[in-house]
């Protein structure tokens, strides 16, 4: 089974530049993840999708940063204008459901791609 | 809200020697807890989780972990630790019930092993 799949694996911009990084999940898996992890932190949620749909987006800067899933497979993280402390990975991840309950708790597990390294400068 | 505190932020032990990392979480409710390993330049991978019963759970690479509500922990143990399980380990709580499947990440403890 292929893994989650996420480009680039780095990227070097300037303040103020647009930056967008491209995921594709496990095959099949409804719920796909953004998460930004900073340097000498744990990943933190940006963004939580259940097929196209959003299901949480409470912790993303919506001032700079958008993503979509356009066709519940696919998706893109995009940040415009990018700000020195936007240096981060960002990690994408999938599951089968999010919601307990339907199929069982092991559809909850949460498969990480490698990241992509994001370096503002 | 959930949080996680992983109160080591540098661990070395020898080659060899038994290890044991620290996890302590606030939940409101009963807690869905997860440990992973994330090697340099990799993503996050699942070792082990928690979502209720005996609260020894047994994880992939010879790792374990003890579910203690009492004293709100969740601490990681290897008998005998390589030098390949030198990463950064994660401690995590979630998902809520009722909605989404949101983790609440540790600030994680990065392993050294010496030889």
């Known amino acids: 089974e292929a893994g989650v799949a996420q480009s680039p694996r780095y990227k070097i911009i300037e303040k103020r530049q647009s930056v967008a990084f491209w995921c594709n999940p496990i095959?099949?898996?409804?719920?796909l993840y953004w998460y930004q992890q900073i340097l000498g932190q744990g990943p933190k949620l940006l963004i939580q999708?259940?097929?196209?749909?959003?299901v949480d987006d409470s912790q993303l800067p919506k001032d700079r940063f958008s993503a979509e899933r356009l066709k519940g497979v696919d998706s893109t993280l995009k940040i415009q204008p990018a700000k020195l402390e936007d240096s981060a990975v960002y990690l994408c991840?999938?599951?089968?459901?999010?919601?307990w309950g339907v199929g069982g708790r092991d559809h909850y597990e949460q498969y990480f791609g490698p990241g992509t390294r994001l370096t503002v400068t | 809200a959930q949080s996680v505190t992983q109160p080591d932020i540098h661990i070395t032990v020898s080659e060899g020697a038994s290890l044991e990392l620290r996890c302590n979480y606030s939940?409101?409710?009963?807690?869905?807890l997860f440990w992973y390993v994330q090697s340099p330049g990799q993503g996050l991978q699942l070792l082990l989780k928690?979502?209720?019963?005996?609260?020894l759970v047994q994880g992939i690479k010879g790792f374990e972990a003890e579910f203690k509500r009492s004293q709100s922990s969740f601490n990681l143990r290897k008998p005998s630790v390589h030098w390949s399980d030198a990463a950064e380990y994660f401690c995590?709580?979630?998902?809520?019930?009722?909605?989404?499947?949101?983790?609440?990440f540790g600030t994680g403890t990065q392993l050294k092993v010496e030889l």
């Open positions: 991840a999938s599951s089968l459901e999010s919601s």
């Open positions: 095959s099949g898996h409804a719920t």
């Open positions: 999708f259940q097929n196209n749909g959003v």
């Open positions: 939940y409101g409710a009963t807690p869905y």
């Open positions: 928690y979502f209720s019963g005996d609260t």
């Open positions: 995590a709580v979630g998902p809520w019930m009722g909605g989404g499947n949101k983790l609440t």
